[in-house]
C-alpha cells in the first residue's frame, strides 16, 4: 500500500526509523524520551496508514525506505531542533565540493548535524566516528567501517580506494580534530584515487586540503526552543517567561550542548535557580551521563580542544581569558610581552582555526565558556601578573581614546569614531579597573580618571562620577584625590545632585587640608554650589554654616594667588545673594574683575555667570543677555569629555516662543515676561558641568 508521507508526522518518522533499526518500545520511548504508551500509538498509527500486519512489516518497510543510504549513522536520541538553514548551506556545499568540512567548537552540534545530511544523502556511504581511533589508525578504523580487511597482497589501502572506486558514495568522518595531519592526507589520496566519493567531515579545525570547502556552524538560531523542548522532557510542565529563556540562552552562547545540560538541570532548580548557577556555568554544566565522556561536561568538551593544543598556543589561550568583551592584537600583546608581536598573531590565528577564537573585522573574542574554561587555566602569580599587564593596556587605551575625543572635542559629531572604538573595549576598562584594590596606584589613577572623562563624554553621568571617587581611592597624594573629587562634584551637576555635588567637595576639602589653597578652593566650590542649585539639593547646611565655610576658606588662603582669590571673590558674591539663587551685583562684578585678571576663561565664566544671574534678578536685562553669550563663548571651545562643558545654549530657543499679541499685553506685562524669560534662559545656559557654575 502506498501511503502519502505527508500524513506521517515527524514524530512517527523517527519512530518507524528507530523500528527499522529493531528496537523495542521500551528502547524507542527512552532514546526518544516518550512513555512506552505513546511508542504504542504511534505504531499503530503507522500499522494503520502503512496498511501493514505487524511491526516486523513495519520494520522491513523502514529498511527499504532507507535504500541503500549511509551506514554507521549515529541515531538520534532527541528531536533535531533548528538548524534548517544550516542543513540547507552543508548540503549545498556538498553539491559544489567533493569536501566539505564542518567547523565549530565543541559542543556546537557538529556530528549531529552531519548525520542529519547524511540520512538524507541520496545514495550510499559509510559515517565514521573518529573520536577512539588512534594515530595511524585512520585507514584502519574507515576500513572497518565498510565492513573490509585486508586481501593480502593488496594492502588495506588498496582495498580501501577499490571499495570507495565503486559508484558515488559520502565517506563522513567525524572528530577530526586530534587526527587533522593523517586524515587530511588520506582524504586528499582518496578523493585523487576515487572520482565519484565525496567526503563530509565535522572538526575544530580545518584539513587545509586544496578545494576544501568549510561551513562555520554559527550559535544555535534556534536555542530558546531546544531549551524548551529539553527542559520539558524533564519537567513535562516547564514553564519560563522569553526573556528569561533569552537570557539562559544568551549566557550560554547558543551553544546546543551547554543548553542541553542546564536544560537537564531545569527539574531541580528552575528557571531562577539555573539563571543564579550560571555564575558559575562550567560547575553548572556537568553531570551528563552520556557515553561519550567528552560530551558530560562543559568542561570535557573544551578540555578536549585546550588538551590538543601546544605549549605556547595554551599559554596565550590562557592569558586571553582575562579580556571579558574581547580584544584586538594589541590587546592579545599585550598579555604575553614575551612571544612578540608576530607570533601573538601566529598563534591567535591558530586558535581561531581550532574553532577557540571567534574573528569579528580586526577584533577576535572568546564565547563566554570558553573563555571562562581559559581563565580557570590562571592562576597565582600568572594570574597577577595578566591582571597587571591588562591594567596598563587599559590604561594607555583610554588616554589614547581621550586624545581621540580632544581631535573633536568642539564637535557633538564622532568623526573620529571614538564612541565605537569606546564602546568595544569598554567593558575591559572597566574590569580592569574593577580587579584592583582601593589603594593608592599609578596605573589605577590614571586608567579611573580617563574612564571618567570619557564615559561623560558618552553621557554616562553617573558611572563618571563612580569613576572620578574610584580614582580618589587610587590616587597616590590627597591633592590629587582632592582634584578627583572635585571632578566627581562637577560631574553631578549633569544629574540634577547638588547635594551629593556639595558632600564631593567637602570630602576633597578635607583631603587637601595640608594645603591652604587647595582646601580654600574645594570650601569656596561647595559655598558656590550650595547657593547656585538649592532647588536640586537636600541640603542641612544653614546661611551660618556657609559663612563659616567662606570663612574658613578666606583664612586658609594663601596670598598671591589670582585664582584662588577670583573663586573666593565669586563665592562671597554667591554668599551674599540669601540663599535664592541670587547673587550680589557688585560683588558679582568685582569677580568678574578679579577673574579677568587670570586670563582663566573657566573663572571668567564662572563670574560672568553670578553676574548674568544678578543682573536678571534686577531688570537689567541686556546686560543679563551679555553676560550669559560671553560666558557660552569662553566654555564652548571646552572639550566634551570635560564635566564642565555647558549644554548648548537654550537662548535664543526661549526667546522665540511663541507669544500674545503685543497689543493685548500691558508694558508692565511685557517687562515681567522678558525678565521671566531672560533669567530662566541665563539659568539653563549657566548649567555648566561643575560645581562652580564653571569651574576646573
Partial sequence: ???????????????????????????????????????????????RKYGVA?????????????????????????????????????RDALGRSRLVTLLGPGGMGKTRLAAVVATQWGAGGVFVDLVPVRAGLVTRAIATACGLTERPPQTLDQVLIEHLQTGRSLLVLDNCEHLVD??????????????ELTVLATSRERLGVRAETTVLLPPLD???????????????????????????????????????????????????????????????????????????????????????????ERLLFRRLGIYVGGFDLAAAAATSPELGRGEVADLLG??????????????????????EFAHTQLSGDELATAQDRRLHWAADTAATLEGRLDENGLEPDDRTGWQQSYD???????AALAATPAEPDPAAHRLARSLGHLAFARREFLESVGHYRAAAERAEDRVAAAFDLRSAADATIAISDAQTGVELLLDAADRAVANGNVRATMLALAVI?????????????????TERLLTEAVGCAQPGDPQVAALLAAAKAWEQGGRRMEADPALAAEAVTAARRTGDPVLVAGALDA????????????????????????????????????????????????RRPRSVISVRQRRRWARRTIRSAIIRTSRCRGSSGCVR
Fill in 350 to 371: 591558530r586558535l581561531t582555526d581550532k574553532s577557540l577564537a571567534v574573528r569579528r573585522g580586526s577584533r577576535w573574542l572568546l564565547l563566554e565558556t570558553i573563555r
Fill in 222 to 312: 534556534a536555542a530558546a526552543e531546544l531549551f524548551v523542548d529539553r527542559a520539558r522532557v524533564v519537567d513535562p510542565e516547564f514553564q519560563a517567561s522569553a526573556d528569561d529563556i533569552a537570557e539562559i540562552c544568551a549566557r550560554l552562547d547558543g551553544i546546543p550542548l551547554a543548553i542541553e545540560l542546564a536544560a537537564a538541570r531545569i527539574g531541580s532548580l528552575g528557571a531562577d535557580g539555573l539563571r543564579a548557577a550560571l555564575d558559575d556555568r562550567l560547575r553548572l554544566l556537568s553531570g551528563g551521563r552520556g557515553m561519550d565522556e567528552r560530551h558530560r561536561s562543559l568542561a570535557a568538551v573544551i578540555g578536549w580542544s585546550h588538551e590538543l593544543l601546544d605549549e605556547r
Fill in 1 to 47: 500500500m502506498r501511503v502519502n508521507e505527508g500524513t506521517v508526522s515527524a514524530r512517527e518518522a523517527e519512530v518507524l526509523e528507530a523500528l527499522g533499526a529493531h528496537r523495542s518500545n521500551a528502547q524507542i520511548a527512552g532514546a526518544l524520551h516518550i512513555s512506552i504508551r505513546t511508542v504504542e500509538s504511534h505504531v499503530s498509527s503507522l500499522l
Fill in 529 to 545: 554650589a550650595v547657593n547656585r542649585y538649592p532647588n536640586g539639593s537636600l541640603f542641612e547646611l544653614s546661611g551660618e554654616e
Fill in 611 to 658: 553676574l548674568g544671574v544678578a543682573d536678571a534678578r534686577h531688570g537689567r536685562l541686556r546686560a543679563a543677555r551679555a553676560a550669559a553669550v560671553e560666558r557660552m563663548e569662553l566654555v564652548r571651545p571646552l572639550p566634551r569629555q570635560n564635566p564642565m562643558r555647558p549644554r548648548r545654549s537654550s537662548m535664543l530657543s526661549t526667546s522665540r516662543r511663541r
Fill in 182 to 195: 593523517e586524515v587530511a592526507a588520506l582524504t586528499e589520496r582518496l578523493l585523487r584515487t576515487c572520482p
Fill in 54 to 90: 505487524d511491526r516486523r512489516e513495519l520494520a522491513d518497510l523502514a529498511g527499504s525506505r532507507r535504500g541503500p543510504g549511509v551506514s554507521g549513522i549515529p541515531a538520534g536520541r532527541t528531536t533535531f531542533v533548528g538548524r534548517s538553514q544550516d542543513t540547507a548551506t552543508v
Fill in 424 to 430: 568595544e573595549v569598554v567593558a575591559d576598562l572597566r
